[in-house]
């Protein structure tokens, strides 16, 4: 594939790290769930980020296909992504499973890679207690 010349600055790597971004970076995480409403969605999203177990929330609509007492379902659903630290998500899963109205919430959770030093700053400081 050929970029344009303008693109192609961007697919070099980096010549520097920012100090001290390597660090911030590595602990934050993405922590993901669904349910089936926007009301809850939104309720779940303003919950966790009001008590600052997560930076923000994201809410996105999907579809799911997956396997339920002993039958393939599919449903519409809504995606929640918190942006947090690895040190809070013992307390993101628990706040999740307290206010969640599945019986099996899907709750996991993925390191952000690569975060912008900057963006990784506010994360730190949105989760501060």
């Known amino acids: 594939m050929v970029y344009p010349?303008?693109?192609?600055?961007?697919?070099?790597?980096?010549t520097s790290v920012t100090p001290g971004s390597e660090e911030i970076a590595m602990t934050a995480i993405a922590v993901v769930t669904t349910v089936a409403s926007r009301?809850?969605?939104?309720?779940?999203?303003?919950?966790?980020?009001?008590?600052?177990?997560a930076a923000c929330a994201q809410?996105?609509?999907?579809?799911?296909i997956y396997a339920w007492k002993g039958a393939l379902e599919t449903g519409k659903e809504y995606r929640v992504l918190f942006k947090t630290l690895d040190e809070h998500y013992a307390a993101v899963e628990r706040a999740i499973l307290?206010?969640?109205?599945?019986?099996v919430p899907a709750i996991h959770a993925f390191p952000m890679m690569h975060v912008a030093p900057a963006y990784a700053a506010w994360i730190e400081e949105s989760v501060a207690a």
């Open 98 to 103: 307290d206010l969640h109205p599945y019986e």
């Open 39 to 53: 009301k809850d969605a939104r309720s779940l999203a303003r919950a966790i980020v009001e008590a600052r177990l």
């Open 5 to 14: 010349m303008s693109l192609s600055v961007y697919l070099s790597p980096p």
């Open 59 to 64: 809410i996105s609509r999907i579809e799911s």
